[in-house]
């Protein structure tokens, strides 16, 4: 129904907008603590507004009635999230622009529509792979030095940054296959969980204080509102109305929120080849899912109808 791809799209604008301010909050809160530190409180807040949200949404009865596969999918769904969450804010720490970490990030769709082909059977027509093609090879401009030698060939983070979109996008699919037996709140919920104990092992693990600065906190607060609450949700809500290349033409524009964000909050900004390449690599994944989603071959219709 038209009135359902309208939600699914609104979803996934709220959740792209959410998620780019992750970026910089998470990225302000992490100059001032500790990974380890910042998780705990982090998803903390994320897990105390999921349950207060998943009660009031009455949504929680179905947590107690799971059948077996659905359990092993979410404890699956809990280590994924644990090695993306992860390697996902550790790139976010190690490179300094959060634009650039984002830009580099945009290679999560091709993974994404690749593994929708692959394992779910997708349509991949030439169209999507010149798209694929032109993100590749804007995420290899973005995360080129200039150096030749295989060491330093890419800026530090760059490999993170790969291994995250990897899980990510096995995450979204495993999630796409299920999400119609377990609610967008469940996931969530057992996303947050998973991830609080895991913050919980690494601050005794690495010896690091509970106490933090206020001016963290606060940042904390705010991002953690935004994310892995408020960005998350919307997301897995946008999957439910509309195919997931739908959901990630939305959310290529994420790139662009990031670059604003980062120049306002911390002055700064891409090196030239960087911009292109950012460029490039929305450029190549607007192609790609407009593709998948049949953009062009409707535009190819319309074409010939009027000859």
Do not use: C
């Not at 644990?82 to 993974?111: E, K, R």
């Amino acid at each position: 129904m038209k009135s359902d791809r309208i939600k699914g799209y609104i979803f996934a604008l709220i959740g792209t907008l959410a998620f780019s301010n992750e970026y910089i909050f998470s990225k302000a809160a992490m100059n001032e603590v500790h990974l380890a530190q910042f998780g705990v409180y982090w998803f903390t807040i994320s897990t105390v507004l999921m349950i207060l949200y998943t009660l009031f949404s009455k949504k929680m009865s179905p947590l107690f009635s799971l059948a077996r596969p659905q359990i092993y999918i979410l404890i699956l769904l809990g280590f994924l999230e644990i090695l993306t969450t992860t390697s996902f804010y550790l790139s976010i720490h190690i490179i300094p622009d959060p634009a650039v970490t984002s830009f580099l990030g945009n290679i999560y769709p091709v993974m994404l529509v690749f593994g929708g082909v692959v394992l779910l059977g997708e349509k991949f027509g030439p169209i999507e792979i010149f798209g694929a093609v032109l993100a590749l090879v804007g995420t290899f401009i973005i995360g080129y030095t200039g150096e030749s030698s295989l060491k330093n060939l890419f800026i530090p983070g760059t490999g993170i940054v790969l291994l995250n979109t990897f899980l990510a996008a096995v995450g979204s699919l495993i999630i796409k296959v299920h999400i119609k037996k377990l609610s967008p709140e469940i996931i969530n919920l057992n996303r947050s969980v998973w991830l609080l104990i895991f913050s919980v092992i690494m601050l005794w693990a690495y010896r690091q204080p509970l106490h933090i600065p206020f001016s963290a906190l606060k940042n904390i607060a705010i991002g953690a509102t935004l994310g892995p609450f408020l960005a998350i949700l919307t997301i897995y809500y946008s999957l439910r109305y509309i195919e997931v290349s739908r959901s990630s033409i939305v959310q290529s524009l994420k790139g662009i929120f990031v670059l604003i964000g980062a120049y306002l909050f911390f002055g700064t900004f891409p090196q030239v080849h960087q911009l292109v390449g950012g460029l490039f690599s929305i450029a190549g994944i607007l192609i790609m899912t407009l593709a998948q989603a049949g953009f062009f071959h409707h535009i190819k219709i319309k074409y010939f109808s009027r000859i």
